[in-house]
């Protein structure tokens, strides 16, 4: 199992890394969306520093869109999907490994985006650990959970559409949680960041589970 | 009532239909003229009479869904995919209605027509995108199959992730405008409460109407649909017919 | 009577959504049912005996036909 997921982990990341897309269109997509969040804020430092936050999540999940349609235009194309069924991998190992991958992508754009608004909205990290967890179980949810939908929409004539309104108003508690998890990170609001990140961790398990229980179902339909 | 009646009416539709009216000018009459005014909202608070039902229907609703899409997934039961479909769309009506009284009721008793930090409101506003996300993806066309098994997994998502949902907004918000329960804080009037009840008892009615209807629209659309699939196969077997007895085949 | 107002609107909104919607199902209804052909129409035909339409429309299986 662990050996399958490996695989199908290393060859999404592969393709990636070959077409360098993540690296060259997604990654400046969502400096770019920072940089526009400071223009249409004025330029206030205040308000940057008050919304912070949300505005990096915000683009986290803008990144994670793409990265789903990305990872989903590789199944399809060329029938690879049927293929992978052929090579007798168990679908939840696929659904694993997919999610691993488009994790691994998205995190990579958030060290950016880290740096970013460190540069930009002149933010100062108060708790370290904090924010690395956060990083990395916020992102395991919103993969898992994009990965799901991405296999959902893939049959779906008008899949560029379809997938952001399912997948943003899905991710909202994400979002939330996120949020304030890293507020409390970056010092700026009062709040139990450990306990949003407990509530993160609950959506990212319940989600991946169904997700590991539905892709194979999902698999056969397309 | 006959094999050939053209519609998706039927005796019990129409008993249902007549409850649905007569149900309704009741609530009228009580809602307006029955119930006592508020000690504090006054009259505003004749809204809970159509705010709480739509709210209760939403339930209904979302939990049809949930339990037509396991059902389909478990079965691949054609009746409870179409049940699941119908009881969503019923579900964004219901939902939309909940959001837009509810507004209407805030802004002369919270003075806001939203407030952010209410944890049913943005848990429902949440539900309603959902929704419309479902009914987006059904829209979309195609395989039958495909769509119902999609269709299946985003109703099962949404319902799962409803109470998550609830629970961040609460966290976030940590306040809220909402009374606790209007129905288990004993503070209404009796004939409040016996207006509240006919309310959510006319609202059932018309659930169960709407969703009879929206079956047999579904299951209506799901014959057309094997219809035209016969059709054209039996075109394709004719034209396959003419062009072997022209020329050999194999 | 206060806030007559914000009560006409919810209330007109409330009722008018489910009348719209009730017209909207019940046209649409009519014209599919005139466009499937009889036997396809199944639970119509044993709406004339006792059972009730919820369960003449749902047979123990839905798919097939």
Redesign the interface.
Known sequence: MFADIWLVTNKDLRIEWRSRVTLSQVAPFALTVLVLFGFALDANPEVLTAATSGLFWLTVLFVAVVAVQRSTAIETADGARRALLLAGIEPSSVFVGKALAIAVQILGVEVLMVGGVLLFYDATVESLPLLLATCAVATLAIAA?GT??GA??A????RE??LP??L???L??VL??AS?AFDDALGVLAVDGW??LG?LA??GI??AL?GML?YG??LE?? | MSADAVNTGSRTTRLLGAAVLIGVLALILLGFFGAPEDDEQRDAVRMIFVHLPSAFGIYAAMATTAVGSVMWLWKRSRWWDIVAHSSAEIGVIFCGLTLFTGSVWGRPTWNTYWDWGDVRLVTTLILFLMLVGYLALRSAGGDENAMATRAAVVGLLAAVNVPIINRSVEWWSNRTLHQKSSLTDGNLEDLTLFTLFVGIVVWALFFVWAMIHRFRIGWLEHQLRDIDLETALIQRRAEAATESSGEESR | MTHLGYLLVGWGVSLGCGVLYAARLVLRGRDLAARVPVEHRRWMTSDDGAGSAAESAAPDQGAGS
């Not at chain 1, 049959?155 to 008008?158: F, I, K, M, Q, T």
């Open positions: 959970s799901l939908l959902l929409v049959g779906v004539r008008a559409t379809v309104i399912l943003l108003p899905l909202a508690p939330i949680a304030r306990a949003w509530l609950g959506f319940v989600n169904l539905a179902p999902l339909e397309t």
